[in-house]
């Protein structure tokens, strides 16, 4: 195996660890958006917890989404690649 059929795998693994520290951040933002709303004892606090748990959502996609991106081939290298493979079979022609 070389070290490229490795990654993936590695990846996926820090993704996981990053989902789930996430997740905890979630779980303790909750709590702690919890008792500053019983502390403030607003009407709109509702509002407030459901608009970060949305904005916390939409952070983690954009992070995941980094990742995915990172851990995906580019396009280019890989046609590149693959030219570079048929010229090599075909014996160098055109």
Request: hydrophobic share 45%.
């Amino acid at each position: 195996m070389t070290s490229t059929q490795e990654d993936p795998g590695l990846q996926r693994q820090v993704l996981l660890v990053a989902a789930g520290l996430a997740d905890l951040a979630v779980s303790t933002a909750g709590s702690a958006v919890g008792g500053l709303r019983q502390l403030l004892n607003r009407s709109d606090g509702p509002e407030l917890v459901r608009d970060a748990q949305q904005e916390l959502a939409a952070r983690g996609r954009v992070a995941v989404g980094r990742v995915a991106l990172a851990a995906a081939p580019a396009y280019l290298e890989v046609m590149a690649q693959q030219v570079v493979e048929r010229r090599a079979v075909s014996g160098g022609d055109g």
